[in-house]
């Protein structure tokens, strides 16, 4: 910040200490011509230099440079700024009031972009530049040199440094249903599950019609339990290939057959499962409970629960 000199007696003029740099070790000094007055009972101050920060390129539009002391009716005529990059423009000044009453400071401001980077984005350093204030007072045309404000500009940041714009995360693809395996099935007919006689033996048809699907290969077992307790009466399998067709028919034992032919009636719980062939589960089970009555020499049927 500068501080105008008090006038001389003599003809010569005298150096103006406008403001020392507390740190930085730059004194910013003005000259005022013979005849200028500082105002009264105000003392000489140091300050420190204000450091502004901005990217090249970008118009700097702040308060650059600092006089202080004047008289409190004085009133500037001219202000000029020298950027200190081989450039000056006007400036305007505002006023403040010194501390305890005593004189005020002119605050000069302009607006200037800076051409050439001095330091890196981000990185710490020292001021490139540093602007100068000339003014000239309309109470005894006095020129004074006002500073107290050094300039850092920042390089680009480098295209491969600038992240990426924040982008919506693409929505996930839409889920489907998985395609649906074929696997062996089974499905009861209508009729129930009924006796016949070839020869000598009673066989048992569930009536259940068992479907492997293509290129497989398919085991269909019977197993006839006893209603009461599940103990196995007989039991059948057969190994078939892609399509439909019936589980097999089951051979009576002796006692159950002899049973029959005698016209009573026994109670069975039929259980029909199908795999494919080295499968370790079955894919469909299915059960059906009947009485078994031989009714005909050649036949017999049963009336299922």
Known sequence: MLRKSTALSG?????LLVALVVGLGVVVAGTASAGASQAVGCPPQTAELKLLRVPVGQPLDTVVAMVGCLPVD???????????DGTTSAGTATFQAEPG???KTALI???????????????PCPPGYLPKASVVTASDGATLAGGGYGVAV???????????PATDPAPPPPRTAPAEVARPSLAAGRAAPSVRRRGRRLRVDPHVRATCPPQARCTAKVVVRTARGGQVIASARADFGPGARGVPTVVLPGATARALLAGSTVPVRIDVTVRERGAARAAATRSRRASLRLRERRAASASTR
């Open 74 to 84: 004085e009133t500037l005529s001219s202000v000029v700024i020298d950027w200190g």
């Open 109 to 123: 401001r302009g607006v200037h972009a800076y051409a050439t980077a001095t330091c890196g984005a981000g990185d």
């Open 154 to 164: 920042d390089r680009p940041v480098p295209v491969a440094d600038v992240p990426p």
């Open 11 to 15: 003809p010569q003029p005298r150096a």
């Open 101 to 103: 009453g005593v004189g």
